[in-house]
């Protein structure tokens, strides 16, 4: 909590800093834990709920405890036509989870989004935010083995 409190603290006064402060704090846990919304909401004086519906309208802050990597695919057209499904089925089978799952070990959750501005490698995942583009089934394992 106390890891919560001066993470918060440091983005108290700065304009829009609730949002930066749940980046800080999803870096840290990877997720943005109940008593970080209660942290949040006393420290930048709004109601709980004000607090909780921005934590949960982007689609990059999760509420829910998820792995400590973070791998996100991007559904969008381009990489939907360049063969993103077969690089979804190749993490799926060399993590033995399913899109929106995360590993039992807690160390990779897959997660879908959109556009990650990469088009001119499609397709593209994302793993804790850093860009893999060009990517084909036989390359997802060299990927992923970077963050075991």
Request: proline share 5%; glycine share 8%; net charge neutral.
């Given at each position: 909590?106390?890891?919560?409190?001066?993470?918060?603290?440091?983005?108290?006064?700065?304009?829009g800093?609730?949002?930066?402060?749940?980046?800080?704090?999803?870096?840290?846990?990877?997720?943005?834990?109940?008593?970080?919304?209660?942290?949040?909401?006393?420290?930048?004086?709004?109601?709980?709920?004000?607090?909780?519906?921005?934590?949960?309208?982007?689609?990059?802050?999760?509420?829910?405890?998820?792995?400590?990597?973070?791998?996100?695919?991007?559904?969008?057209?381009?990489?939907?036509?360049?063969?993103?499904?077969?690089?979804?089925?190749?993490?799926?089978?060399?993590?033995?989870?399913k899109?929106?799952?995360?590993t039992?070990d807690?160390?990779?959750?897959?997660?879908?989004?959109?556009?990650?501005?990469?088009?001119?490698?499609?397709?593209?995942?994302?793993?804790?935010?850093?860009?893999?583009?060009?990517?084909?089934?036989?390359?997802?394992?060299?990927?992923?083995?970077?963050?075991?």
């Amino acid at each position: 909590m106390e890891k919560i409190s001066a993470i918060i603290a440091n983005y108290k006064e700065v304009p829009g800093g609730l949002i930066e402060a749940f980046h800080a704090i999803q870096k840290e846990y990877s997720y943005i834990p109940e008593e970080a919304l209660k942290e949040a909401a006393k420290a930048f004086n709004l109601p709980l709920s004000k607090v909780y519906g921005v934590a949960t309208f982007y689609s990059y802050l999760s509420v829910k405890n998820r792995g400590k990597n973070i791998i996100r695919v991007c559904a969008s057209a381009p990489c939907h036509i360049k063969g993103a499904a077969e690089v979804v089925a190749a993490v799926e089978k060399e993590l033995g989870i399913k899109l929106g799952e995360t590993t039992a070990d807690g160390k990779f959750a897959l997660e879908a989004t959109e556009c990650v501005g990469a088009c001119q490698m499609t397709p593209v995942i994302t793993i804790n935010g850093k860009p893999f583009g060009d990517l084909t089934p036989e390359k997802v394992p060299a990927v992923l083995a970077q963050f075991k």
